[in-house]
Nanobody, 127 residues
Framework: QVQLVESGGGLVQHGDSLRLSCAASERIFRSSVMGWFRQAPGLEREFVAAVNWNGGSTNYADSVKGRFTIFRDNAKNTVYLQMNSLKPEDTAVYYC????????????????????WGQGTQVTVSS
């Protein structure tokens, strides 16, 4: 059973914007910190951004601060990643993930703390 479904990836040019979406099952979404990770060819999966259960707290990787924004719509069980001023080094497969726990307040940036993963969506930024 698919729990997380991403959409919104594509091919864009340097400086363009994209918005990724991730729809989750209500059971998971309501009890999870939601995060975005990415993985470029030959590299390990890395943290990009995460948001706690009510959207009141967010964390970002240094490489995307000021350019990316994560936010969630609890009425739609969906988390978004707004990506502006995209650079070629942002090219990767982007994964949505859920850190499912009883009190989804504290944000983890550790990939191993996330329990559910989407299938990934490709983002390619040309120079």
């Amino acid at each position: 059973q698919v729990q997380l479904v991403e959409s919104g990836g594509g091919l864009v040019q340097h400086g363009d914007s994209l918005r990724l979406s991730c729809a989750a099952s209500e059971r998971i979404f309501r009890s999870s910190v939601m995060g975005w990770f990415r993985q470029a060819p030959g590299l390990e999966r890395e943290f990009v951004a995460a948001v706690n259960w009510n959207g009141g707290s967010t964390n970002y990787a240094d490489s995307v601060k000021g350019r990316f924004t994560i936010f969630r719509d609890n009425a739609k069980n969906t988390v978004y990643l707004q990506m502006n001023s995209l650079k070629p080094e942002d090219t990767a497969v982007y994964y949505c993930a859920a850190d499912y726990k009883e009190s989804p307040v504290v944000i983890s940036e550790n990939v191993y703390d996330y329990d559910y993963w989407g299938q990934g969506t490709q983002v390619t930024v040309s120079s």
